[in-house]
C-alpha cells in the first residue's frame, strides 16, 4: 500500500526544461506582455532585458534549493525549512493560485487565437463562440492527461514545446523578409508613459518570465534531480529570454507605430497585428497553429501539473486536508489534487478577463519568489552542514537585490490584483492558525528523513546527462545571444 502512495522519477533534462518553459512562454508573450510593445514600441527589448537580469538570480537560488531539498511543493517546502509553516502556507497558495492563473489565461488565449484560425479556414461563425466555452473544454482535456500520469504529460509536454518551436522557426524565416527596420527608428520614441505606467509595464513584460522555477515543484518525479533542476533553470531563464526577444523583434519589425494604439488593447497581439496590416492566409495561419498548438498547450499542461503537486505535498504535511495527497495506484499521480487545480481553473476561467488574471499571477507569484529568497537564507543559516550539490555564486547579494526589485514591482502593480493577493494571504494565516502547525520549527532530522538518499548516476549515466546539458548549454547560449544582437540591425540600418 505505501508503494501505491508514491510518485516516481521519471522526468529527466529535457522533460524539466520542456514543463518550465512551457510554464512561462505563453500567455504572457502571446497576450499582455507583447500587447506593451504598442506603449513602449522597440524599446521592448530592454524591458525584456531587464526582466531577464531580475529573474537570473531567482533562477540561481532556487537551483540550490531544489538540489538540496529535491521534493514535490518547491517554494512551500523551502519556506517550511527555511522559515515556519505560517511563511510556508502563503507561499504555497500564492504559487498555487498564480500558476493556475496562468493556465486559465493560456486557456483563453487558446481560444482567442484559435478562433482567428478557425476564421481564416473560412469558419465565420466561429467568432461567435464564446472563449470561455473553449477554455473549459480544453482544461477539461489536459485534466484527463494530468490524470493519466506525469511519465505521459512530460512526454506531451516536449512534444508540445518542439511543435512550438518548429512552427516558430518556420514563421520566423517566412516573415524575415516583410521585415521593416525603420520601424525601429533606431530605438528612438517621441515620448514614454510616466513613470508609475513603465513600472507597470515592466512588470507584465516580468510577467513573461514567471514560472521559471516550475520543474522544482516536481523535484519528486525528476531523475538525478541534483544535476537535472539546477541544470534545468539556468538553460530555461535563458532560453525563455530568446524566444521572447525574437518574436517581440518581428511584432515590432511588422507593424507600423501608427497601429500601436490598437496592439496596446490587442488580445491577441500576434494575429491581431498581422491582420491589421493585411498579413492573412498561410502566414496567419501558421502563426495561429504555433501559438495554440504549441505555446498555448505547453502552457497549460505544467499550469496543471505544478500546482497539483504544490496541493499533494501540502496535504501530504497536513497543511490541506489529507485526501488530497492520494496517489492513483495506476497511473501514479495525485488525482485528487489535479482534479481541484481544475476546479480552480474553470471558476478563473469564467471571469473571462486576461488581464486581472495576468495582475494577479504576477502579484502572487512576486510574493511567492520573495518569501523563497528568504527562505533561502533561513536555509543557509539553519542547516548550514546539510549537503548542497550546487551552490548559487553570490547568493545573499542576489536575495538582496531580488526581494528589494520585486517589491518595488509590488509597489507598482494592479491594486485590484494586489487587494487579491492580500485576501489571500489573510485567509492562508488564518488557515495557517487554525490547523495550529504555523509555529512548528522543521530541524534537519526531519528534512532529511522526507528527503531520502538521491541515487548518484553512474559514471555511464553520468557522461550521458552531461553530454545532454552540454548540448543545451551551447545551443542556448548561441541562440541567446543571437536574439540580443539582431537589435542591432536596426540600430546600425537607422543610423
Not at 15 to 28: K, L, N
Not at 167 to 173: A, T, V, Y
Not at 202 to 209: D, N
Request: glycine share 8%; proline share 4%; hydrophobic share 50%.
Amino acid at each position: 500500500m505505501e508503494k501505491d502512495n508514491q510518485v516516481v522519477r521519471v522526468l529527466g533534462l529535457k522533460e524539466s526544461i520542456s514543463m518550465t518553459i512551457g510554464t512561462v512562454v505563453g500567455v504572457g508573450l502571446f497576450t499582455t506582455g507583447s500587447a506593451q510593445i504598442g506603449k513602449v514600441g522597440p524599446w521592448i527589448i530592454v524591458f525584456t532585458f531587464g526582466a531577464l537580469l531580475i529573474s537570473i538570480w531567482p533562477c540561481l537560488l532556487y537551483g540550490e534549493m531544489s538540489a538540496m531539498i529535491p521534493v514535490a511543493g518547491g517554494t512551500y517546502n523551502y519556506a517550511k525549512y527555511g522559515l515556519n509553516r505560517m511563511w510556508a502556507n502563503i507561499a504555497g497558495w500564492q504559487y498555487i493560485v498564480s500558476v493556475v492563473a496562468i493556465g486559465s489565461g493560456e486557456t483563453l488565449s487558446f481560444a482567442n487565437y484559435f478562433k482567428i484560425l478557425l476564421e481564416q479556414f473560412g469558419f465565420s461563425w466561429a467568432t461567435q463562440i464564446d472563449s470561455r466555452v473553449i477554455a473549459v473544454l480544453l482544461i477539461i482535456a489536459f485534466l484527463i492527461l494530468n490524470y493519466r500520469g506525469i511519465e505521459m504529460s512530460g512526454k506531451a509536454q516536449t512534444a508540445f514545446v518542439f511543435f512550438f518551436w518548429g512552427c516558430s522557426i518556420l514563421w520566423f524565416l517566412y516573415m524575415i523578409p516583410r521585415i521593416h527596420l525603420s520601424y525601429f527608428g533606431g530605438l528612438e520614441m517621441n515620448s514614454f508613459p510616466p513613470f508609475k505606467e513603465l513600472m507597470y509595464i515592466f512588470g507584465l513584460v516580468w510577467w513573461c518570465y514567471t514560472g521559471f522555477e516550475t520543474c522544482v515543484s516536481m523535484g519528486s518525479e525528476t531523475k538525478y534531480p541534483q544535476y537535472t533542476l539546477p541544470r534545468a533553470l539556468k538553460i530555461s531563464v535563458f532560453l525563455v529570454f530568446a524566444v521572447n526577444a525574437l518574436f517581440q523583434w518581428f511584432l515590432v519589425g511588422l507593424v507600423s507605430h501608427k497601429y500601436y494604439g490598437f496592439l496596446s488593447t490587442a488580445t491577441a497581439p500576434y494575429a491581431d497585428g498581422l491582420k491589421i496590416i493585411g498579413m492573412t492566409g498561410f502566414p496567419l495561419i501558421l502563426l495561429c497553429i504555433g501559438i495554440a498548438f504549441g505555446g498555448d498547450l505547453s502552457t497549460i499542461n505544467p499550469g496543471i501539473a505544478a500546482p497539483a503537486r504544490y496541493i499533494y505535498a501540502m496535504a501530504k504535511d497536513n497543511a490541506l486536508p489529507k485526501f488530497m495527497e492520494k496517489i492513483h495506484p495506476r497511473y501514479k499521480t495525485p488525482y485528487i489534487a489535479v482534479i481541484t487545480v481544475g476546479i480552480i481553473n474553470i471558476i478563473l476561467i469564467l471571469t473571462g478577463s486576461i488581464n486581472y488574471i495576468a495582475s494577479v499571477s504576477f502579484v502572487s507569484l512576486a510574493i511567492c519568489y520573495i518569501i523563497g529568497c528568504l527562505a533561502f537564507v533561513g536555509l543557509r543559516k539553519k542547516y548550514p552542514k546539510m549537503k548542497r550539490p550546487y551552490k548559487a555564486p553570490m547568493a545573499m547579494v542576489g536575495v538582496v537585490v531580488t526581494v528589494i526589485t520585486y517589491l518595488v514591482m509590488l509597489i507598482f502593480a494592479d491594486q485590484i490584483a494586489l487587494t487579491t493577493a492580500v485576501i489571500i494571504i489573510i485567509l492562508s494565516i488564518i488557515y495557517a492558525i487554525f490547523i495550529k502547525k504555523n509555529n512548528n520549527i522543521v530541524d534537519l532530522d526531519q528534512v532529511a528523513e522526507q528527503v531520502d538518499q538521491i541515487a548518484e548516476p553512474t559514471k555511464k549515466e553520468k557522461v550521458k546527462i552531461d553530454h545532454e546539458y552540454a548540448i543545451w548549454k551551447y545551443i542556448t547560449i548561441i541562440v541567446s545571444i543571437f536574439a540580443l544582437s539582431i537589435y542591432l540591425l536596426p540600430i546600425l540600418f537607422n543610423r
